[in-house]
């Protein structure tokens, strides 16, 4: 099976689970990326302090209709969770059509989806459905029940760690609080579970954070406040499986090594793509880059937050997201991954005129490649821009040569002493 094909399994698979910012959709998820990944469950309790926040009650649901008087479901939960508004507080009873119509969302300019509707912090309650089903309901009364709860329980989130050489650390996240929605965020998720199947032994440390939007990365931050040094840079990833081209959107710091790095992956790649400034707004770049902690962290998708029509409604159903798209995305990610790893800075320990590379038999060891000319002039490169200053990312950028190819004349040239880290 091709990687795109198992992405695409994952995201039908987890399609259907009610995921929510807490409860047990949020388990079931980890429980099948468990199969996949070793992960670390973190149970946190109702009315845990976290920052500016608290931890909210936990949510769950067992069904959810309205129906006619013979019984018969009009709007039902079992059929698309997205027909319940998240965190909806249980309801019971019978309801003429003006009592209900004031809980029912819509879209009337897209008659044919249902919104994705939640009201986390407000008790209140609802369904959604499409214009044209409201259009079609027959006349009350209707049955309307909600078997949900709202108790003191726990917000669950896990992590993924793979051990890197050094203990400094790469954060990818995802936010998996959204009930079935495919390209925010499951395809983002199954792009995580493949990038991290395939490191072995990086550079980094590379952490995965599996958490509900917001509340569940500022809870992952509160809890991680004394050691936050350690994070050096990170990705949050989402909607990485439409057919638009990628998006990266940079760190507050703008200018953070993770952008520079995205930014020649996908600048040399020579496809279609868009850099975009930091704002406060989109995914949990919102936390990771508030001020206090201001993380070079950079959120990658494809088309961004909010920015195509099925965004947030039922249209945002596993065929929205495409083998091939995710494939793209992890391969990119791949290739980030390839340059933040490699890119040091070094300095040239002989900087009086060039070495003789020959004596050293820095010319032979070339001999074998197909890019010889090239890897002779990757070296001349590394030794002129090795004062300390420009990074081998920097070298790659100001000689036009691929990134790979000056990774590899560096450790040529650090092999044979010439250039120190
Ligand atoms: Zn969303």
Avoid at 166 to 178: A, F, G, K, L
Avoid at 287 to 299: A, E, R
Avoid at 399 to 407: E, H, N, Q
């Amino acid at each position: 099976m091709t990687v795109g094909r198992r992405m695409h399994e994952l995201v039908e698979r987890l399609y259907p689970l009610c995921r929510s910012i807490t409860g047990d959709g949020v388990r079931e998820t980890l429980a099948v990326l468990g199969e996949a990944l070793d992960l670390d469950v973190h149970e946190v309790p109702t009315g845990t302090q976290v920052l500016d926040w608290t931890v909210p009650q936990e949510w769950n649901v067992r069904d959810a209709y309205v129906a006619d008087a013979t019984g018969n479901r009009l709007i039902d939960f079992q059929a698309l969770n997205l027909h319940l508004v998240g965190y909806s507080v249980p309801v019971r009873g019978w309801m003429s059509f003006e009592e209900l119509r004031p809980h029912l969302h819509t879209l009337p300019e897209q008659p044919d989806l249902v919104p994705y509707r939640t009201s986390y912090y407000s008790p209140t309650w609802g369904f959604c459905l499409s214009e044209n089903a409201l259009q079609a309901l027959p006349a009350g009364p209707y049955e309307v029940v909600i078997d949900s709860s709202l108790t003191d329980g726990h917000l669950t989130y896990a992590e993924h760690v793979v051990r890197g050489q050094v203990s400094d650390e790469v954060i990818i996240t995802c936010h998996v609080c959204h009930p079935s929605l495919a390209n925010d965020n499951l395809a983002g998720i199954a792009v995580a579970v493949e990038l991290a199947a395939r490191l072995n032994n990086p550079w980094y440390t590379y952490r995965f954070i599996f958490a509900p939007g917001t509340i569940g990365a500022i809870t992952w931050l509160a809890r991680n406040f004394a050691s936050i040094e350690r994070v050096k840079h990170g990705v949050v990833l989402a909607c990485a499986g439409d057919q638009g081209p990628l998006t990266y959107k940079k760190s507050r710091r703008g200018d953070a090594e993770i952008d520079q790095v995205v930014q020649h992956v996908l600048e040399t790649s020579g496809r279609p793509h868009s850099i975009v400034g930091f704002s406060p707004y989109g995914y949990d770049e919102r936390q990771y880059c508030s001020p206090g902690f201001n993380l070079g962290v950079g959120s990658l998708t494809r088309t961004p937050y909010a920015g195509y029509p099925e965004y947030h409604t039922s249209g945002d159903n596993p065929d929205f997201v495409s083998p091939d798209a995710m494939t793209d995305t992890l391969e990119t990610l791949w290739e980030v991954v390839g340059v933040l790893d490699r890119n040091r800075t070094y300095v040239n320990q002989s900087p009086y005129g060039e070495p003789q590379l020959g004596r050293r038999g820095l010319y032979e060891s070339l001999g074998g490649r197909s890019d010889t000319k090239q890897a002779q002039l990757a070296m001349l490169w590394v030794l002129n821009l090795s004062d300390g200053e420009h990074s081998l990312l920097d070298v790659a950028r100001k000689s036009g040569l691929p990134f790979p190819t000056i990774a590899d004349a560096a450790r040529a040239l650090h092999d044979a002493g010439l250039v120190k880290e």
